[in-house]
Structures are given as structure tokens and as C-alpha cells.
């Protein structure tokens, strides 16, 4: 049934769990519209029969709605409309929060290409390797202007913005090559900016990353990628550790929990760190860009507002390198292992 | 016949022959180029408002059949890359701000808004044609910029992508900036007009709907038009001297042009959308003989939709970062826009029961509008549903949906008007056959390009795509040809109404036998509208109960 609806709403082949949600709610949402209008348009042509002209001038009798008529008219909308938004709201906020456990990758939109990041190595351009059944989290930003991330197949979308993290999730469900677009107009290639994601069951992809880890590069990931684009050193965590001591973040910050200058980076991600304000924030991808590029915005309280800012002096990758950095110097409270769905309870 | 005879006051309108040499039509009242150029008169700055309109909602025509050419084949087909990106950017800024926001309120509003209200004139008839003269003025520098260097930044100059363009953003924002106050000139003129110069008589709920939606339109033109006139601004001075305010590699933010850019440009779809629903109004009533079902909730609906038309904008914004709870917060209130629609599509529909339904070229246009308006609105209720949107967003299912609502509706509006009041603006009429097929024939077209444009948009294909991957070709092609059904429709109009312009049959004062208030003046009118004393609006517009029968209705 919903094979066939597919087929004629001209849907792609539906190849993630949020996918799934997405064209269950379509169908409804259609389904019903369709029932509407033609409910109304048939009302409609059957009283322009019924009640045609008769006499050039005719008189009419004078017509005015109940109270309970406009009740209805307002009532039967509002109910449906609403229904369909929540539903669908529950289903953004799933798909904005990222489960726990999920697996991270870096992109970074670029005219015209887009880059993958793993954090754990390798990197690659315009070609995106994930495992399937597994949660995988797109930390999206752009290099130079508005770019858009977009899997028909996986129904997903998320803009990448210069200087700024965004972040959506996706489980992919069958394993299959399915193709990545870019939605938001940036200049004379926009349409040239294509890329694929492959989606490796989990063995495979295993021993897919062993074999990028030993520096083999696959011949078409060889073909495709921009050397200039690639760091030199291939694990972000080790490149964040370099450029955290060589753009001076280790003066102020130390990351064996001293007291410092300025917080210290051990067992800072995730932290829920008490503000100047009053107000409280936990520390996550977001606010460590965010801290970097306009440090005064949250400052934490008990620290003067010293640092300069990031901005335009790192570059997407390497801010990216920094943040992992600091992932990496965890403390038991970051919780791993199976996932126990998302980080937030989805709005019932 | 003289059907004003039971609505004005007796000696109101005294009979035309008595006056009329010494009252001419507002058409031969000076017949030196002088005299139509420093006019003060709102008929006639109307007719020259529809000229301007209709030359470039024909250069519009001309580019969007282009880009449909272009899209015939997955690759490269008529031209390259950039000459497509600067083609879709002058479709977009030309039919948007020269063509669809002054359509129908500068057109028509302005000609048929004092008639409605009794008034000899608007309220401030220099500044009237001052908002002509800013109007071609914006145009021409607009204009200029994109035939020398071209703009390729898409119509909603995001940045930073406009703040890096090396093509001519400057002049062409600039003259988008000076068309908004053309905008907003009207828009206080509008407003005034309604508050001040009303016939005795008329009161707040005797005014006919289309001055109900052309006075809600007004105030949003008012409000918001100046947000995205500091906004072009602050864009041109980035673009011109990096000011970095959008800019992040200046510290400043690209997330914030988008909140300014669609604090107006949501609105201003209601701009478009809104004097439509006026013009439907009077079309409905006066084809089905009825009073308006519900008068009170489509007035009300209107001044709902222009209030509400001003939270909802960050439902163009789901997926650009802005947070969870906005997304949800902007979706419902996009929900309350649905249900405003829905209220006055029920009231026209609920207007037809018990009608005398005369099946004339506007009402086939009335047809179709409740077609686009249904099917487009439901969709944008649809895009409204923030999961939905995520996988629809930017796609052509978006294209496809405002093309719907904000296209279909006001082009089937501005056809209705244009033969609705055709008689009244130049006393003759046209051929009812010809009507009829071009508008079967513009429906059909209209229906035939953009459906496929919504299984585009499911399928996948984003939107300001200049080459597309082959999967997407058969409804691309589907989509061409409806678009050359479309143009065929518009070039047999223009046939029969430049005909009719010459040599129609006279029409008579009042062809439709209508009750609207703006019938009760000759047609065209004298130069000041109505001739003797101030007319006197006793009843409600468009009401045709037998007077023998009438009961005084209850005011509801």
C-alpha cells in the first residue's frame, strides 16, 4: 500500500528510520487534503449546477451562517492542522537531537564540493561512508557561503553556515549508495554540487575504515578528492592537540584540570558549566564553536572575559580538529554505549 | 434597468443624459499626453499603473519560459550556467516586487477603491502619482542593473553569498529599495482613504470586501516594507564596502539577514495574496446574486491573516539552524494562516448555496482560484508540518507551492478583475466565447506545470537547479509543455481585450447587473466619479433580495 502511494507521489526509495516517520505522516497529509478538496470542489460544482441563472435578474434569498456554522468552519481546520503539526513536530525535534552514542562526521560544504571528516580519520570529499543501522551524526558547517545538506532517500536536510555548527542525525537502513544535494543557492556550479553517501553494512564498513586507517585510499575517493582540502594529519583529535598548542589555546586552558587562565579543557564537553548570568549551559559542539569564534557570548562565570576571538583565523577543519580535541579529554561522565534512543524525550 | 435606483438616496445619481456634456468619462476628460502624465486622477493613474504591470508581468512571461526551455534536458540546453543563475534572479525580482505585490491593490485598488467608498478621488491624489513615478524609478535602476552585469544571487539575495557576488547587486537592490516606497505610499494612501472619505452610509460593515482586503493589505504594506528597505540597505553597503553585518568572517551573522529578509517577505505574500481574496469577494457575490455568506468572518479573516502573516516568517527558516522550539513555535502559528484561508474558502463556497449562478469568464477565473487556493494552501499547510518540510525545503515542491497560492490565486484574480471591471474602466466589452476557452486554456496550462513541479519537489530535484540528474527529466518536460499551454492562453487574452479595446460593443453601465457600490457610477466614469451630490449607500453591497420580499436583515 504504501509501496504503491510511494510510486505515485514520485517518493524516492525510503532508506532511513526517519524516512519511514516522514512518509507515514505524507501519506496521512495527503490522504486527507486530497479527501478535503475534492469534498469542497464537488460542493462547490454542484451548487454552480443546482443554482444557475435563471432570470437575468433574479433576487436571492438573504443567506447569513449560524454561529454554529462558523464554529465548524473554524473547528474541523484547526483540529487537523494541528494533529498534522504535532505529529510532525514530535518528528523534528527526534530528528534534531541526536541519540547518545551516535557516530559523528564532520561536513564541511565548500564552492562546490563537500567535504567528510571522520573523527577518528580518514577524510574524504564528496564521498560520505557510513555503517548501516547505526545513528550517525552530521556536524554540518560551510567554508565560504550558505550551503544546504540534503538525502532525498533519507528525507534529511540541514543547512551548513559559515563559522557555525548545525547538526541533524540519520540511521540509514539498507545498505545501497544514495545521493547527496545541495538546497541552498551558492553561485554558478550549485547544481554541480553533488556528492553520494555509501551506506557499508557493519562489517564492511569496519573494514573499510581499517583499510583507509593503513592509508589506502579507494581509487574512486582517490579520484574525487581535493588534496588541498585534506590535512596532513589524518586523526582530528592528534591535528586538534597540534593547533591547540600552537594557536596559544593552551596558555590559558589547561587539560589536566588545573585552574587556569581560563576553564579547563578535561571533561569539558558535556559539562553543564554555571554562566556570568545565572544562567546555566551544557558544553557541547555548538558552544565550543560558539566560545571560539565570540568567546564574550557565554562567559563562565568566575572568569574575566579575556580571550580573543577565533574568527577567520581558524578554518572549518581546524576548528572542527579543536573540538575534538576536547571531546577526546573525557571524564566518566560522558556516558557511552548502546543507545537508549534520543538524548530527549521526543515530544508525545 | 437602472439598479441604483433602490440603493441611492432618490436625486443621488440623476440620470446620465442630463450631464453628459458637461461630465465626460475620466477617458476623454484632456486627451493631451500632459494630461494623462501630471494626473491627479486614480482612474487614471490606475490605467497607467495596469500598463507598467502588464509590460513586465510580460517580461517575467518571457524569462520564465526561458528557464522552463532550459530544464527541458538534464544538461545544458539554451544557455550556460551563470546567463541560467541571472535568469531566474530576474524572473523572481521582476514578478515579485514590478509585478505581483503592485498587481492588483495599484491597479485596481487604486481605480475601484474611492468609486467603492463614494469618494471623488483618494485621500492624497499628488502622492498617488508620486508612488507611480518612484514605482518606474526603482524599475528602471532595477532594471538596468540586471541587463548590465546581471544579479545572480536568486531573489532573496541571501548572504553572504550577495555580499560576495561580483555581479551587480548595488543597483539592483537599490531599486528594489525605491520600489517599496512606491509600497508604502500607496499603502498610507489606501488607509487613509478608507478612514476619511466614506460616503454617508457606509460604515465599517458596509464596505465591500475588496476594500476590507485592500485596506489589510495596506497596513501590512505599511509595516513591513520598510524593514526590508533598511535591509536592502545594509546588504548593498556589505556588498559595496564589507561592512560585516551578515558576514561571520567579520563577525557578523547570516542567520540574521534571513529573519529580516522573511520578516518582510513573508508578509508580503499575504501582499499578493490578500487583494485577491478582495477581488473573489465581489466576483462571487455578484455572478451567484448573493450576499456575501458570512461577511463579518471573511472581513474579519482578512485583518487575521495580515496579523498572523507577521509571526510565521521562520517557517522559511526550519532547516537553517534556528532552534527546535522556534521551528515549532513558528509552525503553529503558520497553522493559524490555514485556518483564515479556510474560513473565507468556506464563506464563498457557502455564497454560491441558494445562487443564481451566471457562468461568465470571472466567474470561470473564481473557479479556478478556489482550485489554486485549496490545493496551494493545503500544501503550504503541508510545508507547515516541520518534519514534512524537512525533506521538502528548497525543493520543488516549495517552487510548486508558492506558485500555487501566490501565483495561481493572483493571476486568477487580476484576470477576473481585469474582465470584471473591464467594462466599468472602458465601457465596452469583449468577446464572452474567447473569454472563456483562455481561461479553460490558462487553467489547464497553470495545473499542467506546476503539478509535476510538485512530484519534482517529492522526487527530489532542489530548487535553482541549472543541470539536474536524468531521473528528473519526463517531469520536467511535463512541466515545458504546460508551460506553453500557459503562454498560449495569455497571448489569445491580449488578442481579444486589445480587440474589445477598439472596437467593443459599448457595455452600459452595468453589464453584470451587480450590486457592488462601484456599478452605481457610469461606465468608465466622469472625472470625479460620481455626478450631482455626495451619493448616499443606504443598503449592503451586493444585495439582491427582491425588495418586495426583503426582509431587513439582521445585523449579524
Redesign the interface.
Known amino acids: 500500500m504504501s509501496e504503491l502511494l510511494n510510486n505515485i507521489?514520485?517518493?524516492?526509495e525510503a532508506a532511513s528510520t526517519f524516512a519511514e516517520?516522514?512518509d507515514t505522516?505524507?501519506h496521512f497529509?495527503?490522504g486527507t487534503?486530497m479527501v478535503?478538496?475534492t469534498a469542497?470542489?464537488m460542493?462547490?460544482l454542484f451548487?454552480?449546477f443546482r443554482?444557475?441563472?435563471?432570470?437575468?435578474?433574479?433576487?436571492?434569498?438573504?443567506?447569513?451562517?449560524t454561529l454554529k456554522?462558523?464554529f465548524l468552519?473554524?473547528s474541523v481546520?484547526?483540529v487537523f492542522?494541528?494533529t498534522?503539526?504535532g505529529?510532525?513536530?514530535?518528528?523534528?525535534?527526534w530528528?534534531?537531537?541526536p541519540p547518545k552514542d551516535s557516530m559523528d562526521v564532520y561536513v564541511m560544504g565548500k564552492q562546490w564540493m563537500w567535504k567528510f571528516s571522520y573523527p577518528e580519520g580518514p577524510n574524504g570529499v564528496n564521498v560520505l561512508h557510513v555503517p548501516a543501522n547505526r545513528p550517525v551524526r552530521l556536524l554540518i558547517t560551510s567554508r565560504?557561503?550558505?550551503h544546504?545538506f540534503?538525502v532525498?532517500?533519507f528525507?534529511?536536510?540541514?543547512?551548513a553556515?559559515?563559522?557555525?555548527y548545525?547538526q541533524?542525525w540519520f540511521e540509514a537502513t539498507k545498505p545501497g549508495t544514495y545521493?547527496v544535494?545541495?538546497?541552498?543557492?551558492?553561485?554558478?556550479?550549485?547544481?554541480?554540487m553533488?556528492a553520494e553517501v555509501v551506506v557499508l553494512p557493519q562489517e564492511e564498513y569496519e573494514n573499510w575504515i581499517q583499510e583507509q586507517r593503513r592509508g589506502r585510499l579507494q581509487d574512486r575517493q582517490d579520484a574525487l578528492a581535493d588534496n588541498s582540502l585534506v590535512p596532513p594529519v589524518a586523526r582530528m583529535v592528534e591535528q586538534g592537540q597540534v593547533l591547540a598548542g600552537t594557536q596559544g589555546c593552551l596558555k590559558c586552558h589547561s587539560v589536566d584540570g588545573s585552574q587556569h587562565i581560563g576553564p579547563t579543557f578535561l571533561g569539558m564537553y558535556d559539562r553543564v558549566e554555571q554562566l556570568e548570568d545565572g544562567q546555566t549551559i551544557r558544553v557541547d559542539e555548538a558552544y565550543i564553536t560558539q566560545s571560539m569564534?565570540?568567546p564574550g557570548a557565554h562567559l563562565v562565570a568566575g572568569y574575566q572575559n579575556v580571550m580573543p576571538?577565533y574568527?577567520?583565523k581558524l578554518q572549518g577543519p581546524e576548528t572542527a580538529a579543536i573540538v575534538e580535541y576536547i571531546k577526546s579529554l573525557r571524564t566518566p561522565n560522558v556516558r557511552e554505549g548502546a543507545s537508549e534512543g534520543p538524548a530527549y524525550d521526543a515530544i508525545q | 434597468m437602472t439598479p441604483s435606483s433602490s440603493i441611492a438616496a432618490p436625486g443621488a445619481t440623476p440620470a446620465p443624459e442630463e450631464h453628459h456634456d458637461h461630465h465626460p468619462s475620466y477617458l476623454v476628460d484632456g486627451t493631451t499626453i500632459k494630461s494623462w502624465l501630471l494626473t491627479v486622477d486614480h482612474k487614471r493613474i490606475g490605467l497607467m499603473f495596469l500598463f507598467w504591470v502588464l509590460l513586465f508581468f510580460l517580461v517575467g512571461g518571457i524569462f520564465a519560459l526561458l528557464i522552463r526551455v532550459e530544464l527541458l534536458t538534464p544538461g545544458p540546453t539554451i544557455m550556460d550556467a551563470m546567463t541560467y543563475n541571472r535568469t531566474f534572479t530576474l524572473h523572481g525580482l521582476v514578478m515579485i516586487f514590478l509585478f505581483m505585490i503592485p498587481a492588483i491593490p495599484a491597479v485596481f485598488g487604486n481605480f475601484m477603491l474611492p468609486l467603492m467608498l463614494g469618494a471623488k478621488d483618494v485621500a492624497f491624489p499628488r502622492l498617488n502619482l508620486l508612488s507611480l513615478y518612484i514605482y518606474l524609478a526603482g524599475a528602471v535602476l532595477a532594471l538596468w542593473g540586471m541587463l548590465n552585469g546581471g544579479l545572480d544571487t536568486g531573489w532573496t539575495f541571501y548572504t553572504p553569498y550577495s555580499a560576495h557576488t561580483t555581479t551587480t547587486v548595488a543597483p539592483v537592490l537599490f531599486g528594489a529599495f525605491i520600489i517599496g516606497f512606491s509600497s508604502i505610499v500607496t499603502g498610507i494612501n489606501f488607509i487613509v482613504t478608507t478612514h476619511t472619505m466614506r460616503a454617508p452610509g457606509i460604515t465599517w460593515f458596509k464596505m465591500p470586501l475588496f476594500v476590507w482586503a485592500i485596506y489589510a493589505t495596506s497596513c501590512i504594506q505599511v509595516l513591513a516594507t520598510p524593514v526590508i528597505g533598511l535591509l536592502l540597505v545594509l546588504v548593498t553597503v556589505e556588498n559595496l564596502f564589507g561592512f560585516g553585518m551578515f558576514d561571520p568572517a567579520r563577525g557578523g551573522d547570516p542567520v540574521l539577514f534571513q529573519h529580516l529578509f522573511w520578516f518582510y517577505s513573508h508578509p508580503a505574500v499575504y501582499i499578493m495574496v490578500l487583494p485577491s481574496f478582495g477581488v473573489m469577494s465581489e466576483i462571487v457575490a455578484t455572478y451567484s446574486r448573493k450576499n456575501i455568506f458570512g461577511y463579518r468572518a471573511v472581513a474579519y479573516s482578512s485583518l487575521g491573516i495580515a496579523f498572523v502573516g507577521f509571526f510565521a516568517w521562520g517557517h522559511h527558516m526550519f532547516v537553517s539552524g534556528q532552534s527546535t522550539f522556534a521551528g515549532g513555535l513558528f509552525g503553529v502559528l503558520t497553522m493559524l494562516v490555514g485556518v483564515f484561508t479556510a474560513i473565507k474558502v468556506f464563506n464563498w463556497v457557502g455564497t454560491v448555496y441558494k445562487g443564481a449562478v451566471e457562468f461568465k469568464t470571472p466567474f470561470a477565473y473564481f473557479c479556478g482560484f478556489l482550485f489554486f487556493t485549496v490545493f496551494g494552501g493545503m500544501t503550504g499547510i503541508a510545508l507547515g508540518t516541520v518534519s514534512l518540510d524537512v525533506a521538502w525545503h528548497d525543493t520543488y515542491f516549495v517552487v510548486a507551492h508558492f506558485h500555487f497560492i501566490m501565483v495561481g490565486a493572483t493571476i486568477m484574480a487580476f484576470l477576473a478583475a481585469l474582465h470584471y471591471w473591464f467594462p466599468k474602466m472602458f465601457g465596452r466589452t469583449y468577446h464572452e466565447g474567447w473569454g472563456l476557452v483562455s481561461a479553460a486554456l490558462i487553467i489547464l496550462g497553470f495545473n499542467a506545470t506546476f503539478i509535476p513541479q510538485f512530484l519534482l519537489g517529492n522526487n527530489g530535484m532542489p530548487r535553482r537547479y541549472y543541470e539536474y540528474p536524468e531521473r528528473f527529466q519526463a517531469l520536467n518536460v511535463a512541466s515545458t509543455a504546460g508551460a506553453t499551454l500557459l503562454a498560449f492562453g495569455f497571448i489569445i487574452i491580449a488578442m481579444y481585450l486589445t480587440y474589445a479595446l477598439i472596437y467593443g460593443k459599448a457595455s452600459g453601465k452595468n453589464p453584470w447587473r451587480s450590486k457592488g457600490y462601484e456599478w452605481l457610477s457610469e461606465s468608465p466614469p466622469p472625472t470625479h466619479n460620481f455626478v450631482g451630490p455626495q451619493p448616499v449607500f443606504p443598503e449592503e453591497p451586493h444585495f439582491y433580495v427582491d425588495p418586495k420580499k426583503a426582509e431587513v436583515p439582521d445585523a449579524v
Not at chain 1, 9 to 12: A, E, G, H, I
Open positions: 507521489l514520485f517518493l524516492p516517520r516522514i505522516l505524507h497529509v495527503v487534503t478535503m478538496s469542497v470542489g460542493a462547490a451548487f454552480f443554482y444557475r441563472r435563471r432570470l437575468p435578474a433574479q433576487a436571492t434569498e438573504y443567506i447569513v451562517p456554522t462558523e468552519f473554524v481546520p484547526l492542522f494541528l498534522w503539526f505529529i510532525g513536530f514530535r518528528d523534528f525535534t530528528v534534531t537531537t565560504d557561503v550558505l544546504s540534503y532525498p532517500a528525507r534529511i536536510k540541514m543547512d553556515l559559515p563559522g557555525r548545525t541533524i545521493q544535494l545541495c538546497t541552498e543557492y551558492c553561485g554558478l556550479s550549485h547544481s554541480k553533488l569564534m565570540d576571538t574568527q577567520g
